[in-house]
């Protein structure tokens, strides 16, 4: 079974600039997960999807964050303008539904200068 | 107060030794307690998931629940220099996924 799949897995840009992620999360997985994780940090939950609908996106900087899973299956997440403190690893999970286990990605690591 | 604490750490242990990882939580509501292992660089493992009270063991690894005191535990018994990683308490509540900041674990052989 293949797992969870992300891209980029590394990008450098500049502040202000904008710049984008792809999931594709465990066919038949219907909870989709976007988490940010500073170092030395664990991973902050950005948003959840269930299907195509959001869950929880109360902790989405909605100012220059947005996402969407289209069709109920991959999804994307953008930040637009990049800001410094952005810099992170933008990690992706899923689960067959919300009780259950998460698989992640192996994640984009964001170096915003 | 955060809504999952685990031990800060570090947590070093010889090689051999049993590793206690502790984490609580603030949400009555919680349904789904999971641990994860991650290795420096890599993304979060699943160990071990656990949803009603009481111990459950698979292999070296035993996880405990505690709903009344929301303490969920890591056991690791016959510790691994490989085992050395951070460990990452999450907590699924309705409509909400939290983890805990990670207790990073040495294991000296």
């Known amino acids: ?113 | 107060q955060k809504e999952v604490e685990q031990n800060s750490g570090p947590l070093s242990v010889p090689e051999g030794a049993i590793a206690s990882l502790n984490c609580t939580y603030s949400d009555r509501g919680s349904q789904s307690f999971f641990w994860y292992r991650q290795y420096s660089g890599k993304s979060p493992e699943l160990i071990m998931s656990i949803y009603s009270n009481g111990d459950k063991e698979d292999g070296r690894f035993t996880a405990q629940l505690n709903k009344a005191s929301q303490y969920v535990s890591l056991l690791i018994r016959d510790s691994q220099p490989s085992d050395s990683a951070t460990y990452l308490c999450a907590v699924i509540s309705p409509g909400k996924s939290t983890f805990g900041d990670g207790t990073t674990l040495t294991v000296k052989p």
């Open chain 1, 1 to 113: 079974e293949a797992g969870v799949a992300q891209s980029p897995r590394y990008k450098i840009i500049e502040k202000r600039q904008s710049v984008a992620f792809w999931c594709n999360p465990i066919s038949g997985h219907a909870t989709l997960y976007w988490y940010q994780q500073i170092l030395g940090q664990g991973p902050k939950l950005l948003i959840q999807f269930q299907n195509n609908g959001v869950v929880d996106d109360s902790q989405l900087p909605k100012d220059r964050f947005s996402a969407e899973r289209l069709k109920g299956v991959d999804s994307t997440l953008k930040i637009q303008p990049a800001k410094l403190e952005d810099s992170a690893v933008y990690l992706c999970a899923s689960s067959f539904s919300v009780r259950d286990e998460q698989f992640f990605g192996p994640g984009t690591r964001l170096t915003v200068l």
